[in-house]
């Protein structure tokens, strides 16, 4: 089958109840409004809901039939919404033990994404900082970690961010059979703060030409930010700075993309069951969500992407990491 989903947007943060949800069905709304033909997966594998926040409540597949083989295609899985150029692969409801998928089903729900015949494919990973909410996090072409002002959420968001850099440049090392080169450091005492570069250093050294397929893997993870449940808009420089932090020692660009505050329609379109987009026209946090979702559509995905320059990673080179 051809690669038919033109761009794929993760939604991950690592914490629950921050948002995810609620953001990637709303951007995922304000895509379909854009007039592109847009499918949402609930990929949250423990505690799916997105099919009650866009009031579908009618029987039908699930992610969960396609993971047991009983609909052969993702594609076969997904449901018209009522929002029309919408439709939903619905989660696993809640069902003990949806969480706990194999390394081959997993493997075949990220082919199977690629698969889906969509202009754009929003996938909410769901909470959690395993193996399946990182891999699922890193198959976005547009990776977006959705937070809020507090500490935790903001600690859970760097960790799931650190989590998905490290796996993915740790697949790299094991090519070049360096598999301990990123594992043995990053995790121990005093190296939960090490910067990336600081950690491959000698890796570097050893290597000028792995350290240019690194800078390569790392310029590929378009990382945004999305700011949720902010009450004063003062506190969106937390965003900021932790995007700095990523920048700083993950090397990844992590722009903040925007915030929604706190709001009651917010709270209250998930008891309704009716999105908060069709709810709430004109709100701020309602234009904040819209204008995300037009820079997810509008990002170029080629190799050279222009938003490098804004928050560009340091040069990775053996000398600034010396510094
Ligand atoms: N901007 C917001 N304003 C008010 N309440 C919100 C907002 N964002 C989320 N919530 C509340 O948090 C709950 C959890 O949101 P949800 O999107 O399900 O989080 P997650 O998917 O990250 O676990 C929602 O049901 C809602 O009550
Ligand atoms: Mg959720």
Redesign the pocket.
């Known amino acids: 089958m051809s690669r038919v989903a033109e761009r794929i947007i993760s939604v991950g ?1 690592g ?11 709303n951007l995922a709304i304000a895509m379909a409004q854009e007039g592109r033909r847009v499918v949402l997966v609930d990929a ?1 594998l423990g ?1 799916s ?1 997105l099919h009650t ?1 866009l009031g579908l409540e009618r029987p039908g597949p699930t992610l969960q039939s396609f993971l047991e083989h009983e609909v052969e295609s993702l594609e076969e899985a997904r449901v018209e919404t009522n929002v029309p150029g919408l439709s939903l692969v619905r989660g696993a409801s809640a069902v003990v033990g949806s969480a706990n998928i194999s390394h081959g089903q997993k493997q075949r729900l990220l082919r199977h994404l690629r698969d889906l015949t969509a202009d754009v494919v929003v996938v ?1 990973v ?2 959690g900082t395993g193996f399946n909410q990182v891999d699922l996090f890193d198959v976005g072409d547009l990776k977006l970690a ?1 937070m ?1 002002p507090q500490l935790t959420s903001i600690q859970n968001a760097y960790a799931f961010v650190k989590g998905t850099v490290y796996r993915r440049l740790g697949r790299l090392m094991k090519t070049h059979g360096l598999e301990g080169a990123l594992a043995e450091k990053h995790d121990g005492p005093g190296h939960e703060m090490a910067s990336l570069r600081a950690v491959l250093r000698d890796v570097f050294a050893a290597s000028p030409a792995l350290e240019a397929e690194v800078r390569r893997e790392l310029s590929r993870f378009r990382l945004r930010l999305f700011g ?3 009450y004063d808009p003062r506190e969106a420089g937390v965003f900021r700075a932790v995007g700095k932090m990523m920048t700083d020692f993950l090397s990844v660009a992590a722009p903040l993309l925007g915030f ?8 209250d ?3 309704q069951r009716r999105p908060y987009l069709l709810l709430a026209k004109h709100e701020e ?1 309602a234009l904040a969500l819209r204008a995300a979702a037009r820079a997810l559509l509008q990002e170029p995905l080629e190799e050279e992407s222009p938003s490098v320059g804004r928050g560009v990673p340091a040069p990775m080179t053996a000398e600034t990491a010396a510094a």
Do not use: F, I, P
Request: proline share 0%; glycine share 14%.
């Open positions: 943060g914490k629950g109840g921050v948002g995810k949800s609620l953001v990637s069905t949250d505690a809901n926040l909410d769901g909470a959705v809020t949720n449940q902010v929604a505050r706190a709001s009651r329609l917010m709270h379109s998930a008891t946090s």
